[in-house]
T-cell receptor
Framework: NAGVTQTPKFQVLKTGQSMTLQCAQD?????MSWYRQDPGMGLRLIHY???????DQGEVPNGYNVSRSTTEDFPLRLLSAAPSQTSVYFC???????????FGPGTRLTVT | GQQLNQSPQSMFIQEGEDVSMNCTSS?????WLWYKQDPGEGPVLLIA?????ELTSNGRLTAQFGITRKDSFLNISASIPSDVGIYFC???????????????FGKGTKLTVNP
């Protein structure tokens, strides 16, 4: 059981570039979420999904897109990266209640 | 929007000392959770609390769900060097409009333990 996996672990982008952060879980969890973590800000919810084919916006969704075509995968897309998106991104999943989430190891993204 | 005030922001203690941190809010939460994050890793769930007044222990960790449902505390007894990390509280509440659930995180307490 690998739990929640994220790739890449580190990424540097130039302003305007696009990329996809990958997230996968092998626990058959319905709920998956993306958070960003900035110094002094704690964790802020970007987007979440309650099941395959269903996604919704979190607290800070602007500049990010998500899709959920399978239960296992929940990729996060940055269409045109901006320096304000420099952050550490965490993917999380849970069986049912949003609270009991299992987090991935994170992706550290720098946008120059 | 709903916010959690977590305190203290940071703590520097000696090995063997007890630690206490708390989260408060003006909103009522259905669930309180406490996570620990080690450097370079994702948060790991320590304790989940589901009922007002609930007191739950996990080894040297004890957490309580406040009676008013607006606060929670986490205690660590007899701290050891591996307790170092950032501790986050999180509150889950039910949004009646739309019928969804929302999880709100505190900003974290950074714990340093001197051997």
């Amino acid at each position: 059981n690998a739990g929640v996996t994220q790739t890449p672990k580190f990424q540097v982008l130039k302003t305007g570039q696009s990329m996809t952060l990958q997230c996968a879980q092998d626990m058959n969890h319905e709920y998956m979420s993306w958070y960003r973590q900035d110094p002094g800000m704690g964790l802020r919810l970007i987007h979440y999904s309650v099941g395959a084919g269903i996604t919704d916006q979190g607290e800070v969704p602007n500049g990010y897109n998500v899709s959920r075509s399978t239960t296992e995968d929940f990729p996060l897309r940055l269409l045109s990266a901006a320096p304000s998106q420099t952050s550490v991104y965490f993917c999380a999943s849970s069986y049912g209640k949003l609270g009991k989430q299992y987090f991935g190891p994170g992706t550290r993204l720098t946008v120059t | 929007g709903q916010q959690l005030n977590q305190s203290p922001q940071s703590m520097f203690i000696q090995e063997g000392e007890d630690v206490s941190m708390n989260c408060t809010s003006s909103s009522i939460f259905n669930t309180w959770l406490w996570y620990k994050q080690d450097p370079g890793e994702g948060p790991v769930l320590l304790i989940a609390l589901y009922k007002a007044g609930e007191l739950t222990s996990n080894g040297r960790l004890t957490a309580q769900f406040g009676i008013t449902r607006k606060d929670s505390f986490l205690n660590i007894s007899a701290s050891i060097p591996s307790d170092v990390g950032i501790y986050f509280c999180a509150g889950q509440l039910y949004i009646t409009q739309g019928g969804s659930e929302k999880l709100v995180f505190g900003k974290g307490t950074k714990l340093t333990v001197n051997p």
